[in-house]
């Protein structure tokens, strides 16, 4: 079985910095991209920021320059840390990896989710 389990949510007041990591544990031969979504209440989850195995970073736009992704393979985690925080930054924060794994006999990339964290900017 694979997790992943999510760490570093909570609360702070707008402008604070708040560090989130993520880590995959079980069965694991491979993981290529690590990522964070977040789903606000009453909207759909959203891509935050995605690193690839080979390190390649996507972000969306309305968290660029503020937030930063990272990973450390050797752990198999993958950290974001979240700087200058709006108050339309609270949501849920959900992990995310493409882990190559078995289910059922076949061994494959399969997307995991984490259990999700909630993140509150507010004054």
């Known amino acids: 079985q694979v997790q992943l389990v999510e760490f570093g949510g909570g609360s702070v007041q707008p402008g604070g910095s708040l560090r989130l990591s993520c880590q995959a544990s079980g069965s694991i031969f491979d993981i290529h991209a690590m990522g964070w979504y977040r789903q606000a209440p009453g909207k759909q989850r959203e891509l935050v920021a995605t690193i690839t195995s080979g390190g390649s970073k996507n972000y969306a736009d309305s968290v660029k320059g503020r937030f930063t992704v990272s990973r450390d393979t050797a752990k198999n985690t993958v950290y974001l840390q979240m700087n200058s925080l709006k108050p339309e930054d609270t949501a849920v924060y959900y992990c995310?990896?493409?882990?190559?794994?078995?289910?059922?006999?076949?061994?494959?990339?399969?997307?995991?989710w984490g259990q999700g964290t909630q993140v509150t900017v507010s004054s």
């Open positions: 995310n990896a493409d882990i190559l794994s078995q289910r059922n006999g076949v061994t494959a990339y399969y997307t995991y």
